[in-house]
């Protein structure tokens, strides 16, 4: 038998963004364990805006879980936060009632700011440092810095070594803001590596003494760019059948929706969906074929391929909650008429 470190790791109660928490046990395994083989654990609830002092018990419920490849035998459990009696979902539990379909593809573009002693890492005590420019896939230690580029690597490999589809990095438009991408098939698992991604990349700068602000417009209205994650998403009838009418539909049905995405695309976009700074105003809905200031992307390929394949949402920001955002998206497009369905409607 071995003796394995499970990191439990959810997200509390605190709006309008949820902080991560993790806390470990010990557990005796004959091999690495699997998600049946782990217990519930409870915790308390009153120190994570989750519980009151006086009924503070909440329970821990595993629903996913990696292997740890910076600790000896460690494993990284996501759970998700229920009720005393293990069954009932908490009311912060947003992954509990999310739409899922394993047939969507979800990729999230991560935008961050790396910070250190209250401002990005690489600006000055006062002032900024040289207009945005050459900081975006820059090389070279006046764009880079000394030691941003150690980090992303080694939050890539760590990533994979965890299991997670850890897709790129690079450098962004600001200085001191990177990018990672992480891809998932179903809205949940997808949504379950983006959160586990971003767990290891807080735990690993904590041994560099930097913080990542994740806000999506730290350096307030001024000409230096917010912190998207993109959300790039198709679904089975999007590859494989789609086409014009189908596809003019699905923007006719994002546009009807506006408020509702814009709801759960992350706090304060306001300050980042200006229409400057390749995004499109928040208020206004908009597609537009290779269109880095429209609300929607269509690529290329996907015009050249019959209107197949997939879209970027470029709306929802950094501190967006990607379960949330998964489950809008695949809301709307369940509005939209496909196959059969078309043909019914079209004859009624």
């Known amino acids: 038998m071995t003796k394995f470190k499970l990191e439990y790791i959810w997200l509390d109660g605190y709006t309008p963004v949820p902080n991560l928490r993790g806390k470990t046990q010990i557990k005796e395994f004959a091999e690495f364990p699997t998600l049946d083989q782990l217990p519930l654990w409870g915790f308390d609830g009153s120190s994570t805006m989750q519980a009151e002092g006086r009924s503070s018990d909440c329970v821990l419920k595993p629903v996913a879980l990696y292997p ?187 546009d009807k929706n506006l408020d509702e995405h814009i709801a759960v695309y992350g706090p304060d976009n306001h300050l980042r969906l200006t229409g400057k700074h390749e995004t499109a105003p928040w208020n206004k809905f908009s597609h537009g074929v290779a269109d880095r200031g429209a609300s929607i992307r269509v690529p290329h390929s996907f015009v050249a391929n019959g209107y197949r394949g997939y879209l970027e949402d470029r709306r929802p920001n950094s501190q967006g909650d990607p379960y949330q955002i998964a489950s809008q998206v695949l809301k709307t497009v369940s509005e939209v008429p496909t196959g059969a369905q078309a043909a019914v409607s079209a004859a009624a």
């Open 68 to 254: 740890d490849p910076v600790r000896t035998n460690g494993v990284l459990v996501m759970c998700e936060v229920m009720m005393p009696d293990g069954v009932t979902p908490h009311a912060s539990n947003k992954r509990a009632t999310i739409l899922d379909d394993e047939g969507a593809w979800f990729g999230f573009e991560q935008e961050y700011f790396f910070y250190k002693d209250g401002r990005p890492l690489g600006f000055p005590e006062s002032g900024y440092p040289a207009p945005q420019g050459p900081y975006y896939t820059g090389v070279g230690y006046s764009n880079v810095g000394a030691v941003a580029r150690e980090i992303v690597e080694e939050h890539l490999d760590i990533c994979l070594a965890a299991g997670i589809n850890h897709e790129g990095i690079n450098a962004e438009v600001a200085k001191g803001q990177w990018e990672f991408q992480v891809f998932g098939k179903g809205s949940k698992r997808a949504a379950d590596e983006v959160w586990m991604a971003r767990y290891l990349l807080q735990r690993l700068t904590e041994s560099y003494g930097i913080d990542i602000e994740y806000h999506c417009k730290p350096l307030g209205d001024t000409d230096w760019n917010g912190s998207g994650m993109h959300c790039n998403f198709s679904t089975a009838y999007m590859r494989e059948t789609g086409g014009k009418e189908y596809f003019e539909a699905l923007m006719a049905a994002f």
